[in-house]
């Protein structure tokens, strides 16, 4: 008779501990980046709903009221649920709008986490709650009443996705003589794709979305990199040991890349949501004004929000994108 085998209970058990091990190590991770794919691509479908809409309007500035006492304090304000309910909800289907005191009621989380993880902030109700320095302009220009301090309001989309509206009325065309990003911007969006149930992390289910000139507007979504590259570099470089601000990018990743000059502005106005509140330093983008040895490319300043042409052999840091 030939003697019968196979394996005992115990090694099975062993087997099945082992399995269930690795599956505990190697699950999140598959999850994390199933999640970082659907996520990536609901905000490029988001960003083309909303650029061909507002593309349809004739202009993003002057909806609502917005007044301040003698002491910059708002006594009217109006604006961001005017833009939605005047202006956007005519070209872009809305379930639900909400006021100011209301955010919570369209999906808007109490607070989000940081694109790097690293903190936690309370969702911003006003212009200046979102980046303090978007009011520098008044200062620095000596222009007053091109940034208004106005209050967030939101809405809800048909595809569930919550989103606060920040909105200049004041907004400017790109064809001042000034070179200062605040007044240029008319729209922010900070959405998030599920509403309040989570992460609430900048990055992934949460990010933003910028329009730009009051005609013949710019919109644009960057999803920037966690980090700045290591060193300040050129913006472009004829010898072949040094690194310029495109190649920096690509060496963090061959999915990255520097952005233009509106996808870096649109970093600057939502610079607290990815932790660059405190950056007083220079950025490189891609948009080349001129080339050859005396040629120059935009950059966007950190601290006052000037942006301005700079030599491509100056060094300044680069924030990259994903693709």
Known sequence: MKKKTGFTLAEILITLAIIGIVAAITLPSLLVNVNQKAWDAQKKALHARLAQAIGQMNTLGGYGTYTEDGDGNATTDTAAESFILDALSKVYKINNVCGPDKLSSCGIPSKITTLDATSEITFPSKMSELNEKLLNKKHY????????????????TVNGE??????NPLCSSDTTANHYTQNKMCVNFVYDLNG?????E???DVGFITAFYNKNPVIVAPIPYNSDYTSKVKQYTETENEIDAPTACK????DLRLPDRDELGSLFVNAPLINLGENTNAYWSSSVISLGTSGSAWDQNFNGGSRGHVNRFDTLFVRCLKR
């Not at 220009?141 to 809800?156: L, Q, V």
């Not at 919550?162 to 909105?167: K, L, R």
């Not at 309040?196 to 609430?200: I, S, V």
């Open 141 to 156: 220009s000596g222009e007053d009443g091109n940034m208004a301090d106005t209050k967030t309001a939101a809405f809800e």
């Open 162 to 167: 919550s989103i606060a509206v920040f909105y």
């Open 196 to 200: 309040a149930e989570g992460p609430n």
């Open 202 to 204: 900048v990055g992934k």
């Open 251 to 254: 060496t963090m990743g061959e």
